[in-house]
């Protein structure tokens, strides 16, 4: 059941829920209604039986009382003054019926009758004889005793019939109460009432669910409609048509809703002619295809317009890496040589004695600016000739420990840099060992030379999945985003007289040993470089 209210539509989710609750409200009004007209009836007749017998109490003589009480004799003149008061009760309060009663009650809750009316004796209820009543015609006949005034009971039942009670105390001259005026109102005309009140009730009720149905139906249907289009529209921008428009709608907040929706498709419709056009472009689907899409087409086309970009990329990049290789073996033909004489001839100049310091240092500074020369052409001669044929197993421990040897002199002389790292041992991985060296020592170096006013440099080597990870952390300048996305990049670097070479050549050796470099770095906090290689297999 819950399920099937689940998928209803929503109009109808909405009109029954609607429906629902105006039966609530009108069955509990309804309800309310009934309760306090009964009560209200109810006590119409109590007030009723109980202004008679206050008014009739007053009529009876307390002497005559006194003589019943003493001579319990029918033929008594006293009797028949009272009787006749009893009859009076009844023949002018229809639907009533009246007794003296004395004001004690025996253990059984009885009641002695001292003078009853004629309706009484039909029912069987003889004078100087005891009544079974009920509890709450005891109450009633206890509370009037107890406060000296009228009082009534509820309504009760008995077995001649369904009845209200009023009790009226009979005083002495010495203000002893002495008897106790019963004046009983047939409560049956209640039930009678509450049954055609139930009855007109149920009809009205019937009435009113009737309208509320028919004016839930049509309100909701006009409030609705503007949402009902917004599914509409939803359904037909699935099916592929941007071109749908809503309505703009009165309602403020449906107002903006289709605003919204217009301007989405309208969006949507540019985004997907883009698409076609990018599709024409690639040439995978034809010039005379329509422009609008279904979904899954699109998403599809998409995917394999990334692919193709990716590819494109792919193909961009390894036609910049040909050209720089080839530019790689032209400087090592044509540049290197002379730079070897020039340098050759340098060094035989400072070897010379009768030169001045100040001509030895220039030669030096000459010398130096040649070997960062031969260095750059060095990796140029990396990528034009890389050493993809020299692949062994390496124990990646080893490896960094070898590193951190070399480098922690580099370290301590340069700045005040404390070096730590963590390398579990058993790790090996496959690559080749020089060039595996070469991309450390480079990514250490750089991690140095970031830390300008000292600081900690760590490296650690680990496994993770099918790699062995040798992470190196520094907490050096950091970069941003734009500066970590054009790492090993040609010709971008972020030292001053750097050449982004280096980088690029530890991006290409990793790539050929079929593993990957991930960078993590923040502004002004540092920077981790994680360089995945493949583990060896056994």
């Known amino acids: 059941m819950k399920d099937q209210i689940k998928n209803l539509p929503l109009f109808r989710k909405v009109l029954l829920f609607s429906f629902l609750i105006s039966i609530f409200v009108t069955v509990f009004t309804a309800g309310i209604s009934f309760m306090v007209e009964t009560r209200h009836l109810e006590k119409q007749l109590t007030d009723r039986v109980t202004d008679m017998a206050s008014l009739w109490s007053s009529v009876i003589e307390y002497k005559d009382v006194e003589k019943v009480k003493e001579y319990q004799d029918p033929s008594d003149p006293a009797y028949k003054r009272l009787q006749h008061v009893i009859s009076l009760v009844n023949e002018k309060a229809a639907y009533s019926n009246a007794s003296l009663l004395m004001p004690e009650k ?38 009037a005793v107890q406060k000296r005034s009228t009082a009534s009971s509820k309504v009760y039942q008995d077995q001649f019939g369904t009845w209200i009670s009023a009790f009226s105390p009979i005083v002495d001259s010495k203000g002893n109460i002495i008897a106790i005026l019963c004046i009983d109102i047939d409560a049956a005309v209640l ?24 004016v839930l139906k049509r309100g909701l249907k006009k409030v609705l409609e503007p949402i ?15 071109n749908v428009k809503l309505k703009p709608s009165n309602q403020a907040d449906l107002g903006i809703l289709s605003e919204r929706f217009n301007f989405m498709t309208t969006r949507l419709a540019i985004l997907f002619e883009r698409l076609s056009a990018t599709s024409e472009q690639f040439g ?30 792919e193909l961009q990049r390894a036609e910049k890496m040909n050209a720089i290789g080839q530019l790689a ?11 070897t004489v020039v340098k050759g001839f ?3 100049f400072l070897a010379k004695e009768e030169m001045t310091e100040e001509e030895k240092m220039y030669i030096k500074l000459m010398i130096d600016e040649m070997d960062r020369a031969e260095t750059i052409i060095n990796d140029y001669l990396s990528l034009a000739k890389p050493d993809i044929e020299q692949v062994e197993a390496i124990n990646a421990g080893e490896l960094a420990a070898g590193v951190i040897d070399l480098m922690n002199s580099y370290a301590m002389m340069s700045k005040n840099i404390s070096v730590a790292s963590e390398i579990s041992e058993g790790i090996w991985i496959q690559g080749n060992a020089s060039e595996l060296k070469q991309v450390l020592i480079n990514i250490y170096k750089n991690g140095i030379e970031a830390m300008k006013n000292g600081g900690c440099l760590s490296l650690s080597v680990s496994t993770e999945g099918i790699y062995g990870v040798f992470e190196i952390s520094d907490t050096g300048i950091g970069m941003t985003r734009e500066e970590m996305d054009r ?21 290409q050796i990793v790539d050929r040993m079929k593993g990957r ?11 981790v470089f994680r360089i995945f290689i493949p583990l060896a297999i056994d």
């Open 106 to 143: 025996s253990d059984d809750n009885s009641v002695k009758l001292l003078v009853t009316s004629k309706s009484s004796k039909e029912m069987g209820l003889e004078s100087f004889s005891f009544y079974s009543a009920s509890d709450d015609f005891i109450d009633g006949l206890t509370e």
């Open 191 to 214: 039930k009678s009432i509450q049954r055609d009140l139930a009855l007109y009730l149920s009809g009205l009720f019937l009435i009113i669910i009737f309208l509320v149905y028919f």
């Open 228 to 242: 009902n289009d917004i599914i509409s529209g939803f359904k037909e921008v699935s099916s592929g048509n941007f």
């Open 284 to 313: 995978t689907v034809p010039r005379n295809t329509p422009s609008s899409h279904r979904f899954e087409e699109a998403i599809g086309e998409m995917e394999h317009i990334m692919e193709r970009t990716k590819i494109l990329k």
């Open 329 to 339: 073996a032209s400087v090592a033909h044509e540049i290197r040589n002379p730079m």
């Open 346 to 348: 340098l060094q035989i």
């Open 487 to 507: 790492l090993g990049t040609a010709f971008y670097s972020l030292k001053e007289k750097g050449t982004g070479m280096g980088l690029l050549v530890c991006y």
């Open 517 to 527: 470099i991930e960078v993590n770095s923040e502004k002004g906090k540092g920077t």
